[in-house]
């Protein structure tokens, strides 16, 4: 299947010069291309291109050719297309009026491709490395620039609004942690103070690193972090961001040395340079000679450079081997060395073995001799003491008979002691269980004796309770009846001291009454009231 780039540069083919059948026709023979090589177009990596890096340098320079050719196809539309503006449709006039922001895409679309053919053709034709100020580098960074600020949002700040460029650009680093090493280096620089510097010198560290196309797929594919910068219309959000980003893709056959550190990124005015684009048919004759030229070199160092890095790989794989054939011969050596010196030992100690085999063997000769001379003379004293042993097996015979009839005697004794040996055994097992039921009931009693004990504390702690409170009962019983005794004595007291004064009364009375010369009813009546 193609890549994306090719697929972007055939869709702008087709957008310039209008022929769908012959950008299919591309786009077949490109996926034709890539099945047969069983490989697409590759990220490049790095700034510099190195050893690995031969590899993905011809089908970089045919994209970057490609690229070239369908740039060009679509600029020699542009005079056909300005020439009969008058005789357009109205529709299509209209629908651009009703979108400025469709016109302003396009415009913006076949400027990045004039740039990026301009750019491509001039440094391959140029042959070294570009510096800052290369021209045709200049107005590649200022398209970019413009194409990048289209519909970006205007954020408010204490000057006023705002348009940066270092917004989305600082999104690459949460994206692709690779790039994190360019924003520091961006961030560090010292002659930088505005954010329209900081995302120029992003722009071009991305070139040199030639990683410009990877990060900005890398962003457009994040549409929604990028409605947070841009507006909804903006050439990043639509169509056409994808298709510059995959003219992008031609750059990394340019080698570029850039100085940013000591140029100055703030003040610059990007303006684009239209005259460096208008071109007339000799200078596209010559294009096309000088192009067909510039593809020819190419494909001869393509083609030396393939045999350069066949002939790297072969090498390093015959290097390789060599090496591993040392390694092993080494190793051999080593053991060989160690096979050697094991022989030795085992040559020695197999003579040592024989040496002490023969002095055993000596000595197990002379004791031979020895030990045959003491058999001898062993056989002829036990021929003379036949006789005296024969004596001695009587005699043996004869107390092995008593030892056999003693033997009977004392199994049989030991049978009876066996016998009262169980009978004691059952008497000590009656005992012992005899004992182990006396203990139950010892310890049934001792249950019991402690129940016994406690009720008798409980009984003698209420019967002291009981008796204090018979003693406070007591004590309270003679307080009362003091109590009582005093007040009878004073009820004595007072009925004495009444009587006392109803006597007194009474004789007042008396004397009241003789004193009164007129004895009323009404001073009889209190004298009445007062006896009573």
Request: proline share 2%; charged share 30%.
């Amino acid at each position: 299947m193609a890549s994306a780039a090719e697929h972007d540069l055939a869709l702008s083919e087709a957008d310039g010069s209008k022929d769908k059948s012959q950008v299919f026709g591309i786009l077949r023979l490109q996926e034709e291309k890539c099945n047969v090589g069983e490989k697409c177009i590759p990220t490049v990596r790095g700034g510099g291109g190195g050893g690995g890096d031969g590899r993905w340098q011809a089908p970089i320079f045919a994209l970057a050719r490609k690229a070239s050719e369908t740039i060009s196809g679509s600029i020699h539309v542009l005079p056909k297309v300005s020439d009969n503006r008058a005789s357009l449709p109205g529709e299509w006039t209209a629908q651009a009026l009703r979108d400025p922001m469709a016109m302003e895409r396009a415009n913006l679309l076949n400027m990045a491709k004039l740039s990026i053919k301009g750019l491509i053709e001039s440094a391959l034709s140029f042959g070294r490395t570009l510096d800052s100020d290369y021209p045709p580098l200049q107005q590649f960074f200022v398209v970019m620039e413009h194409c990048l600020k289209h519909g970006l949002r205007a954020k408010k700040s204490f000057l006023g609004f705002n348009k940066s460029l270092w917004g989305p650009l600082e999104l690459v680093e949460k994206l692709c942690p690779e790039a994190g090493e360019i924003s520091a280096s961006v961030r560090d620089l010292p002659g930088l103070k505005t954010p329209l510097g900081r995302a120029r010198a992003w722009l071009r560290l991305a070139l040199m690193q030639k990683r410009l196309a990877d990060y900005l797929r890398l962003l457009i594919t994040r549409k929604d972090l990028l409605c947070d910068f841009y507006e909804n219309s903006a050439l990043m959000l639509e169509e056409e961001g994808a298709v510059i980003v995959g003219l992008l893709v031609g750059l990394n056959v340019i080698d570029a040395n850039l100085c940013v550190k000591g140029e100055d990124l703030d003040s610059q005015v990007g303006v684009i340079d239209f005259s460096m684009y208008l071109k007339n048919d000799i200078d596209d004759y010559r294009s096309e000679e000088r192009n067909s030229q510039i593809a020819s070199i190419l494909d001869q160092k393509n083609y030396v450079e393939e045999l350069n890095r066949q002939l790297n790989s072969t090498v390093h794989g015959l290097q390789g081997r060599v090496d591993s054939l040392e390694k092993s011969n080494s190793k051999l050596i080593e053991e060989l060395a160690i096979a050697k010196n094991n022989i030795i030992k085992l040559q020695e100690e197999n003579q040592q073995l024989r040496s002490e085999n023969s002095l055993i063997l000596l000595k197990s000769q002379q004791h031979l001799e020895v030990s045959q001379g003491d058999v001898s003379v062993e056989r002829e004293t036990y021929k003379q003491s036949r006789q005296g042993l024969d004596e001695m097996y009587n005699e043996a015979q004869r107390q092995l008979k008593e030892e056999c009839q003693l033997r009977q005697d004392v199994e049989n004794e030991l049978v009876v002691q066996v016998s009262m040996k169980q009978e004691m055994e059952l008497a000590m097992k009656l005992l012992e269980k005899d004992i182990h039921e006396k203990q139950d009931t010892l310890i049934g009693l001792r249950h019991q004796l402690d129940e016994v004990k406690a009720i008798n504390v409980e009984m003698y702690q209420k019967m002291q309770s009981s008796d204090d409170e018979m003693k406070k009962k007591n004590n309270m019983i003679s307080r009362l009846e003091e109590k009582t005794n005093q007040i009878t004595a004073t009820m004595k007291q007072l009925e004495q001291s009444d009587k006392d004064l109803l006597s007194q009364t009474r004789t007042l009375a008396m004397s009241f009454v003789k004193c009164a010369s007129t004895d009323t009813e009404h001073q009889y009546k209190l004298v009445k009231d007062i006896s009573f």
